[in-house]
Protein backbone atom coordinates (compact mmCIF):
# COMPACT_ATOMS: atom_id res chain seq x y z
CA UNK A 1 0.00 0.00 0.00
CA UNK A 2 2.61 1.85 1.05
CA UNK A 3 4.76 1.89 -2.55
CA UNK A 4 1.71 2.80 -4.30
CA UNK A 5 0.73 5.78 -2.24
CA UNK A 6 4.48 6.98 -2.76
CA UNK A 7 3.90 6.30 -6.37
CA UNK A 8 1.17 8.65 -6.61
CA UNK A 9 2.03 11.23 -5.13
CA UNK A 10 5.78 11.60 -6.22
CA UNK A 11 3.78 11.41 -9.88
CA UNK A 12 1.59 14.55 -8.72
CA UNK A 13 4.24 16.66 -7.22
CA UNK A 14 6.77 15.77 -10.45
CA UNK A 15 4.13 17.60 -12.41
CA UNK A 16 3.00 20.26 -9.64
CA UNK A 17 -0.87 18.93 -9.24
CA UNK A 18 -2.10 19.81 -6.33
CA UNK A 19 -3.84 17.61 -3.93
CA UNK A 20 -4.18 16.56 -0.86
CA UNK A 21 -3.13 13.36 1.30
CA UNK A 22 -5.68 11.64 3.77
CA UNK A 23 -4.84 9.20 5.88
CA UNK A 24 -7.91 7.13 6.68
CA UNK A 25 -5.62 5.42 9.59
CA UNK A 26 -6.10 8.47 11.76
CA UNK A 27 -9.58 10.20 10.63
CA UNK A 28 -12.75 7.67 10.93
CA UNK A 29 -14.92 9.99 9.28
CA UNK A 30 -12.89 10.53 6.52
CA UNK A 31 -12.84 6.63 6.16
CA UNK A 32 -15.92 6.13 6.31
CA UNK A 33 -16.39 8.60 3.40
CA UNK A 34 -14.14 7.10 1.39
CA UNK A 35 -15.87 3.54 1.54
CA UNK A 36 -19.38 4.94 1.18
CA UNK A 37 -18.28 7.09 -1.83
CA UNK A 38 -16.25 4.86 -4.01
CA UNK A 39 -18.64 2.50 -6.65
CA UNK A 40 -20.56 -0.66 -5.98
CA UNK A 41 -18.54 -2.13 -8.40
CA UNK A 42 -15.14 -0.64 -7.17
CA UNK A 43 -15.82 -2.26 -4.07
CA UNK A 44 -14.15 -5.66 -3.18
CA UNK A 45 -16.53 -9.05 -2.12
CA UNK A 46 -15.18 -9.25 0.73
CA UNK A 47 -13.56 -6.35 3.29
CA UNK A 48 -13.28 -3.00 2.49
CA UNK A 49 -11.52 -1.31 -0.43
CA UNK A 50 -7.65 -0.91 0.18
CA UNK A 51 -5.94 2.74 -0.25
CA UNK A 52 -4.91 4.16 -2.30
CA UNK A 53 -8.38 5.68 -3.61
CA UNK A 54 -8.73 8.67 -5.99
CA UNK A 55 -10.90 11.67 -5.66
CA UNK A 56 -11.02 14.83 -7.16
CA UNK A 57 -13.10 16.28 -4.94
CA UNK A 58 -16.37 14.23 -4.27
CA UNK A 59 -16.17 12.21 -7.60
CA UNK A 60 -14.26 9.19 -7.65
CA UNK A 61 -11.50 8.71 -9.87
CA UNK A 62 -10.17 5.26 -9.56
CA UNK A 63 -7.42 3.13 -7.75
CA UNK A 64 -3.98 2.41 -7.76
CA UNK A 65 -4.54 -0.02 -10.68
CA UNK A 66 -6.72 2.62 -12.62
CA UNK A 67 -3.90 5.25 -12.14
CA UNK A 68 -1.22 3.15 -13.24
CA UNK A 69 -3.71 2.36 -16.31
CA UNK A 70 -3.80 5.72 -17.08
CA UNK A 71 0.20 6.90 -16.80
CA UNK A 72 -0.04 3.51 -19.35
CA UNK A 73 -1.98 5.16 -22.00
CA UNK A 74 -1.18 9.07 -21.30
CA UNK A 75 -4.53 9.90 -19.82
CA UNK A 76 -3.58 10.50 -16.39
CA UNK A 77 -4.94 14.00 -16.65
CA UNK A 78 -8.67 12.99 -17.80
CA UNK A 79 -8.50 10.36 -15.41
CA UNK A 80 -7.90 13.26 -12.52
CA UNK A 81 -10.64 14.57 -14.33
CA UNK A 82 -8.03 18.04 -14.77
CA UNK A 83 -7.31 19.93 -18.03
CA UNK A 84 -5.02 18.28 -20.30
CA UNK A 85 -1.26 19.85 -19.81
CA UNK A 86 1.82 19.84 -22.36
CA UNK A 87 5.03 18.32 -20.99
CA UNK A 88 4.06 16.34 -18.16
CA UNK A 89 6.35 14.33 -16.76
CA UNK A 90 5.52 10.43 -17.31
CA UNK A 91 6.63 8.00 -14.60
Do not use: H
Not at 9 to 18: K, P, T
Not at 76 to 84: A, C, E, T, Y
Request: negative net charge; aromatic residues 14%; contains cysteine.
Amino acid sequence: VKKRQQAIVGFLEANRISFEEVDITMLEDQRFWMYQNIPEEKRPEKGNPLPPQIFSGDEYCGDYEDFFQSKETNTVFSFLRLPSVKGYVSM
